[in-house]
């Protein structure tokens, strides 16, 4: 458990807060790609860490991060008309460019200087795997891009997604890197339903619990739950941890159909404030063949075109129990939730919205969370000294997550080490 003064500090995000301090070191999903298309499209409202800002494609593709608030009266800039190379608020015609400077006022005469002193405060921006990613920290201190493998393949290769859960980041985030509660929380509990979830007779349910092994390293940690199946094998779930909320992970799930050879997912928890996270979710193929099922999985997660709000959280959500049926929970699933991702969403929202955890009982399976909290707190006490947190560096660029039965007298290390990373792409 973490005392309430450490839970304190890895759960608050905003401003001048030592996590918040540590988590702008880092570049940080803002929007999809998709959400600002084109040139001189609609602006749209991005929330992060606590910060209410706007992101614009100007009038030459560039992409402009700034406080929503207009400096002149404070009306909000998603009103705002993207244009000619700048967003002009519509209350008075103030404009900004991408960098948030004013480069010109409506109601101020020409030959006012005024514009020459107003400035927004604006965030580089790099777009990279269909991704706007900002950077909030010291511009003397900015990392290298984000160039995970995902962020490299060709854009028919992979899928990118995102969903809004009503609960603090890091709870959606230890529940995406505790592997123990797969089996659990999203197995069938018979043969005769056509719902998804794991089934009642494949290796990972039937498996004992597993046994989980931590490997530290310069951008977080590699991780992998070891469960014995039968004939003398082990079924080896390997991960990656990368600071501060990325998580890699096999494809883990066989659904209906579909080729599941050299394809990897993950997610990615942003906190948008204190009691909300917007989850990032990825996959990709990173061999020759295009990713043709993507959409497919995205439904069978729960996360299809028509299980999310235009605000991107699910219509299966807090307010509506998640929708939880009472007779499938007793006759098809273990929780009568449809959906794997809306069974996380579920578990994760009902713990209320900032969880404490000076009041858990952890277990052995627990060493994944446990050691993403000292990680984080590491972080913490590392910048508030001066230093570079863990993660900012490039050695996570080709890092891969795979699942294999190899023989239970081979080491694991010896087998999937060498699968876990590629060369760097790009």
């Not at 393949?153 to 995102?162: A, E, F, G, Q, S």
């Not at 310069?218 to 469960?227: A, E, F, T």
Request: a negative charge; proline letters at 7%.
């Amino acid at each position: 458990m973490l005392t309430r003064e450490d839970n304190e500090i890895l759960t608050r995000t905003n401003p001048d807060t030592p996590l918040g301090e540590a988590m702008r070191r880092y570049w940080i999903p803002a929007c999809l790609s998709s959400e600002i298309p084109e040139p001189d499209c609609p602006p749209v409202r991005v929330r992060l860490l606590g910060e209410d800002l706007i992101a614009f494609r100007d009038t030459s593709g560039r992409i402009g991060l700034l406080d929503e608030f207009c400096a002149h009266r404070r009306t909000s800039l998603w009103l705002g008309r993207n244009e000619e190379c700048g967003l002009r608020c519509v209350y008075h015609g103030w404009k900004y460019d991408v960098d948030g400077n004013c480069v010109d006022m409506m109601n101020e005469p020409a030959e006012s200087k005024l514009k020459d002193e107003v400035k927004l405060t604006a965030y580089p921006a790099i777009e990279m795997g269909q991704v706007v990613w900002a950077y909030m920290g010291p511009k003397d201190r900015m990392p290298e891009a984000p160039r995970f493998e995902w962020t490299q393949v060709p854009d028919t290769h992979r899928l990118v997604t995102k969903n809004r859960q009503e609960c603090n980041w890091l709870q959606a985030l230890e529940g995406g890197i505790d592997t123990a509660h797969a089996p659990i929380l999203h197995r069938l509990i018979t043969k005769d339903t056509d719902r998804v979830g794991i089934g009642a007779d494949t290796e990972l349910v039937n498996a004992r619990p597993p046994t989980l092994e931590v490997d530290i390293t310069d951008y977080g940690y590699r991780y992998v739950g070891l469960r014995d199946v039968p004939n003398d094998s082990t079924l080896v779930r390997t991960y990656h941890f990368i600071m501060p909320f990325h998580q890699i992970r096999p494809q883990q799930l066989r659904f209906r159909g579909g080729d599941w050879h050299n394809i990897i997912a993950g997610h990615m928890w942003v906190p948008t404030d204190d009691q909300n996270v917007m989850i990032y979710n990825w996959i990709y193929s990173f061999d020759e063949h295009p990713l043709v099922i993507g959409e497919e999985i995205e439904r069978e997660l729960g996360r299809g075109p028509g299980d999310l709000r235009p605000d991107y959280l699910s219509i299966r959500n807090k307010s509506n129990s998640w929708m939880i049926d009472r007779q499938v929970q007793k006759n098809e699933t273990f929780t009568g939730i449809e959906g794997i991702n809306t069974q996380d969403q579920a578990v994760q929202e009902a713990m209320g919205a900032v969880v404490d955890r000076s009041l858990e009982v952890l277990s052995t399976s627990d060493m994944a969370v446990v050691s993403a909290r000292r990680l984080l707190l590491q972080a913490v006490r590392t910048v508030a000294d001066g230093g570079d947190p863990p993660g900012v560096g490039t050695s996570y660029y080709g890092a891969r997550a795979i699942d294999e039965i190899i023989p239970r007298d081979r080491k694991w290390r010896d087998v999937m080490l060498p699968k876990m990373y590629a060369e760097p792409r790009g």
